[in-house]
């Protein structure tokens, strides 16, 4: 069974900085591509950056240059470093890992994406 595990949000004000950590169990975690996504108060949950399993790497225009995102597959670990944070970034913040099917493709399909608990962020002005 995979878990994801997020850790390390909290309240900041703006212009600090936080890093969110996300421990997965489970599953072969270096073939996965990995996520973060966030979902503020009455709005859609929206990705905010990826990390593929050869370590590309692609982020919302509104956190690039802002937030950085880092896997360790030794430690089965990934990492979204977020500075320069802002209130708008306000949410909580999911850690996702996407296996691939049998046919080694990477479908959005429930069979093979998996979701943390989520962690609130909460950036003051």
């Known amino acids: 069974q995979v878990q994801l595990v997020e850790s390390g949000g909290g309240l900041v004000q703006a212009g600090g900085s936080l890093r969110l950590s996300c421990a997965a169990s489970g599953t072969d975690f270096s073939v996965n591509h990995m996520a973060w996504y966030r979902q503020a108060p009455g709005k859609q949950r929206d990705l905010v950056a990826a990390i593929t399993s050869g370590g590309n790497t692609n982020y919302a225009d509104s956190v690039k240059g802002r937030f950085t995102i880092s896997r360790d597959n030794a430690k089965n670990m990934v990492y979204l470093q977020m500075n320069s944070l802002k209130p708008e970034d306000t949410a909580i913040y999911y850690c996702?890992?996407?296996?691939?099917?049998?046919?080694?493709?990477?479908?959005?399909?429930?069979?093979?994406?998996?979701w943390g608990q989520g962690t609130q962020v909460t950036v003051s002005s």
């Open positions: 996702n890992a996407r296996a691939p099917s049998p046919g080694m493709l990477y479908l959005s399909d429930p069979r093979y994406d998996f």
